[in-house]
């Protein structure tokens, strides 16, 4: 199961901590979903999700403020006792002693923000939804191609790495060479990124590690990318059909996920740096309601009725 450190939860989202005295290292968060406890704060805690985090806004603040101290005794201890990862006031609000007392209590941390609950909410889960996602590394490279993210795949040393670096020199951006580890954020959204010690890093046998950020400057790599198309390189087989129409899209699968797939022959002479630019202008017109192919099948039926015709 993914984990995030609630430390590097504070430090992405510039949350205050209200108390340093609890040891935030240990906390792990496990959820992408949050909770708002406006139900608990009422005494109602079936089906409480535990897992998740905890942020009270104005509406939450409000009513902790009519509650009798034996209430807040009862709720703050119920709900602080529960195993919650920490909680989160927004718009600067501060809790009462009571409720700091019992989070001290049951070393639940106490965080703080300045932003609005709704737009606290909505980065806490776009971000945790990244972090929090199913995870494969796979063998390949990935390019932003025009806005497109590309994946390149094929065995070792068939010319990804030779392909991405092409690419690059001609103006597009890499995420990631080698390993690509592929996350599936949503239903319809698969990202692509580095792994931290591989980087903006390309290996070119024959020449060994270049650094390309370095080489061509920060305009040419991308931390993160969705992944729109996959390209297969494969040697040539002779006995083999391939795809010269494009009239039916095929596709390969990750997390669950289908992704236009290619499937390119190598031969001596071939380009693959165009090959596989190409590709993704191509896809993205498709995107756009054109298909070149379809345009083509137009043209021929067009020119047959004509001839009938005739």
């Known amino acids: 199961m993914a984990t995030v450190s ?29 909770n708002r406890p ?89 971000w945790l939804n990244v972090k929090l996602a199913p995870c494969i590394s796979i063998h390949g490279v990935l390019v932003d191609v025009n806005g497109e993210g590309l994946l390149i795949t094929g065995e070792s040393g068939i010319g990804k790495s030779e392909a991405a670096l092409e690419l690059v020199r001609r103006g597009h951006r890499l ?14 959204t698969l990202i692509g990124s580095a792994p931290d010690i591989t980087k903006h890093f390309i290996e070119l046998r024959g020449i060994g590690i270049i ?22 390189l494969e040697d040539w087989d002779r006995d083999k059909d391939y795809d010269r129409l494009g009239m039916e899209e095929e596709y390969t699968e990750y997390l669950g996920k289908r992704v236009v797939c290619h499937n390119i022959p190598i031969r001596p002479g071939r380009n693959l740096a ?27 039926q067009d020119n047959l009725s004509k001839k009938r015709e005739g």
Request: charged fraction near 30%; charge should be negative.
């Open 6 to 34: 609630l430390k590097s939860f504070i430090e992405k989202m510039n949350f205050v901590n209200l108390t340093p005295e609890i040891d935030i290292e240990s906390v792990k968060i496990t959820q992408p979903e949050i």
């Open 38 to 126: 406006a139900l608990q704060l009422t005494g109602f805690f079936e089906h409480f999700d535990t897992a998740r985090i905890e942020i009270v806004g104005f509406v939450e603040y409000s009513y902790m403020q009519t509650m009798t101290e034996d209430r807040k005794d009862e709720i703050y201890r119920k709900l602080l006792s529960s195993g919650i990862p920490c909680v989160v006031f927004c718009r600067d609000l501060e809790p009462d002693d009571k409720f700091r007392w019992y989070a001290g209590e049951n070393k639940v941390p106490i965080l703080k923000t300045s932003k609005s609950t709704s737009d606290t909410m909505a980065e806490t889960i776009r």
């Open 175 to 188: 995420i990631s060479d080698d390993v690509v580890e592929i996350r599936k954020v949503s239903d319809d």
């Open 211 to 232: 650094d390309v950020k370095a080489l061509f400057g920060a305009t040419s790599v991308k931390e993160t990318q969705g992944i729109d198309l996959v390209i297969k």
């Open 274 to 300: 165009i090959i596989c630019e190409t590709a993704a202008i191509n896809y993205r017109q498709k995107k756009m309601g054109y298909n070149a192919a379809q345009e083509l099948y137009k043209r021929v």
